[in-house]
């Protein structure tokens, strides 16, 4: 374990109080985060301002060289990832290894260059609504938490606390929308983790900053088709017709949600369905178009949706219920079952709520109150979840929070932008003292 800070302190008879000598630390970086908050919000309305749309490759490499200067210039050896293998922009990568503490914690802070606003989309600019509100465009998801792990690093770097750490920041460019295959996209990102101990993600969570999250479910994608006998209509339930593509495929739903819905924490939902004479989709599955008449007994039938799993164990649980209920069919039809990869449950574990505990404590010490865990429905599929498996301890939700993401509503609350920007910093001086 790595000794406290060794500035001499009083001593109380023989016992000395080390502690003391970390609040001092912990005082000056609280200070100094102070400082950095101009400089910070000035960075966080320059890259809101910038779109970067997960498609728009342009603009998520600008505000990642944005980035980048900013790592350069912390003595960060950085690194971007070309995204071609994968349709996407690619990644920021920068790594801080310590001079003075090479064995000494390693964490990994995480980001996402890229938001849901497209290129053309009308919600391009951030505007001050009064002292505490900024709305725009990824201010909450996540340009805001981007910008709270740099400051952070630059309090400890102002400070000389830095060199007790080694860090990797990962700032994917593709979380929005993952580019496929996950194996090469998210490559950057578990490579990291396997290299780190503690992982923190910087993401808005449920937009309470008295919560952090500990677990999050994964979410993946499905896709039922059916097929029937086309035939006039006057014929079906014949034993020769049968009951055609889309009565499949009405069973097959109503058996998932009779068989799904008490799982706990699951969520599983049909998004887009369709179903007749003749049915063609884009390429995913996203689009769907079809063709029938009253008279005729549905041929085909398709239906695509997500589910969300609160753990690998529940996802494969999952997976077996929903395979098997696809096998078993109504006359005269068939079924077919597609479970397409996405992203992992972030399991609950000793380790994260040990670290949320550490959090938690900082966030009293600090006097903004305790902070507890998201419940797991409340907080969606984020690029954390990717390194879970690997990494000693996680928590997410330190960014800056807000509301109405991923829609033209969205508002940062700035109140926590100084309060996780402090708080984020002492983790991480925390943290180098295990």
């Given at each position: 374990m790595l000794k406290k800070s060794s500035v001499l302190v009083m001593c109380a008879g023989l016992l000395c109080q080390p502690v003391l000598a970390s609040r001092l630390v912990e005082n000056a970086l609280v200070e100094q985060a102070s400082q950095e908050l101009t400089s910070a919000k000035a960075l966080l309305l320059k890259t809101v301002n910038i779109n970067s749309g997960t498609m728009n490759f342009a603009g998520v490499k600008e505000v990642g060289s944005i980035m980048r200067k900013e790592y350069d210039a912390l003595g960060f050896k950085t690194?971007?990832?070309?995204?071609s293998e994968f349709n996407r922009a690619g990644h920021l990568v920068a790594t801080y290894e310590s001079p003075t503490h090479p064995t000494g914690q390693k964490l990994l802070l995480i980001g996402h260059l890229d938001t849901v606003f497209a290129k053309d989309d009308s919600f391009q600019q951030s505007k001050e609504i009064d002292e505490t509100h900024i709305a725009g465009p990824g201010i909450s998801d996540m340009k805001g938490?981007?910008?709270?792990?740099?400051a952070a690093i630059k309090t400890l770097k102002a400070k000389g606390m830095l060199e007790r750490l080694n860090i990797k920041v990962v700032l994917t460019g593709d979380e929005e929308s993952s580019g496929r295959p996950l194996s090469k996209s998210k490559k950057a990102l578990i490579d990291a983790a396997i290299w780190a101990d503690v992982a923190l993600g910087f993401e808005d969570a449920d937009g309470d900053i008295r919560t952090a999250v500990t677990a999050r479910r994964g979410a993946s994608t499905w896709q039922v088709t059916t097929t029937g006998n086309a035939a006039h209509s006057s014929q079906i339930f014949t034993d020769k017709v049968g009951d055609g593509a889309i009565f499949e495929i009405a069973r097959i739903l109503q058996e998932f949600r009779l068989?799904?819905?008490?799982?706990?924490?699951?969520?599983?939902?049909?998004?887009?369905?369709a179903g007749g004479t003749r049915v063609t989709q884009s390429k995913g599955g996203d689009e769907v178009v079809a063709f029938g008449k009253t008279n005729v007994v549905a041929k085909d039938a398709s239906v695509k949706g997500g589910l969300r799993a609160a753990s690998q164990e529940q996802l494969e649980q999952a997976k077996a219920i929903m395979s098997q209920v696809v096998e078993q069919h109504l006359a005269q039809t068939d079924a077919t079952f597609m479970f397409d990869e996405g992203y992992p449950p972030m399991k609950e574990t000793k380790g994260n709520k040990s670290l949320l505990a550490q959090y938690s404590q900082v966030s009293v010490d600090l006097g903004y109150g305790p902070v507890t865990a998201v419940n797991p429905r409340n907080a969606g599929a984020a690029d954390i979840s990717f390194t879970a498996g690997h990494v000693k301890m996680a928590i997410d939700g330190l960014g800056l929070m807000g509301e109405g993401g991923h829609t033209k509503d969205e508002v940062a609350d700035m109140s926590t932008f100084k309060q996780n920007i402090e708080k984020t910093a002492v983790l991480m001086y925390r943290l180098s003292n295990p």
């Amino acid at each position: 374990m790595l000794k406290k800070s060794s500035v001499l302190v009083m001593c109380a008879g023989l016992l000395c109080q080390p502690v003391l000598a970390s609040r001092l630390v912990e005082n000056a970086l609280v200070e100094q985060a102070s400082q950095e908050l101009t400089s910070a919000k000035a960075l966080l309305l320059k890259t809101v301002n910038i779109n970067s749309g997960t498609m728009n490759f342009a603009g998520v490499k600008e505000v990642g060289s944005i980035m980048r200067k900013e790592y350069d210039a912390l003595g960060f050896k950085t690194e971007w990832v070309d995204g071609s293998e994968f349709n996407r922009a690619g990644h920021l990568v920068a790594t801080y290894e310590s001079p003075t503490h090479p064995t000494g914690q390693k964490l990994l802070l995480i980001g996402h260059l890229d938001t849901v606003f497209a290129k053309d989309d009308s919600f391009q600019q951030s505007k001050e609504i009064d002292e505490t509100h900024i709305a725009g465009p990824g201010i909450s998801d996540m340009k805001g938490g981007n910008v709270i792990m740099l400051a952070a690093i630059k309090t400890l770097k102002a400070k000389g606390m830095l060199e007790r750490l080694n860090i990797k920041v990962v700032l994917t460019g593709d979380e929005e929308s993952s580019g496929r295959p996950l194996s090469k996209s998210k490559k950057a990102l578990i490579d990291a983790a396997i290299w780190a101990d503690v992982a923190l993600g910087f993401e808005d969570a449920d937009g309470d900053i008295r919560t952090a999250v500990t677990a999050r479910r994964g979410a993946s994608t499905w896709q039922v088709t059916t097929t029937g006998n086309a035939a006039h209509s006057s014929q079906i339930f014949t034993d020769k017709v049968g009951d055609g593509a889309i009565f499949e495929i009405a069973r097959i739903l109503q058996e998932f949600r009779l068989q799904l819905a008490d799982l706990p924490l699951l969520s599983f939902n049909p998004g887009v369905i369709a179903g007749g004479t003749r049915v063609t989709q884009s390429k995913g599955g996203d689009e769907v178009v079809a063709f029938g008449k009253t008279n005729v007994v549905a041929k085909d039938a398709s239906v695509k949706g997500g589910l969300r799993a609160a753990s690998q164990e529940q996802l494969e649980q999952a997976k077996a219920i929903m395979s098997q209920v696809v096998e078993q069919h109504l006359a005269q039809t068939d079924a077919t079952f597609m479970f397409d990869e996405g992203y992992p449950p972030m399991k609950e574990t000793k380790g994260n709520k040990s670290l949320l505990a550490q959090y938690s404590q900082v966030s009293v010490d600090l006097g903004y109150g305790p902070v507890t865990a998201v419940n797991p429905r409340n907080a969606g599929a984020a690029d954390i979840s990717f390194t879970a498996g690997h990494v000693k301890m996680a928590i997410d939700g330190l960014g800056l929070m807000g509301e109405g993401g991923h829609t033209k509503d969205e508002v940062a609350d700035m109140s926590t932008f100084k309060q996780n920007i402090e708080k984020t910093a002492v983790l991480m001086y925390r943290l180098s003292n295990p």
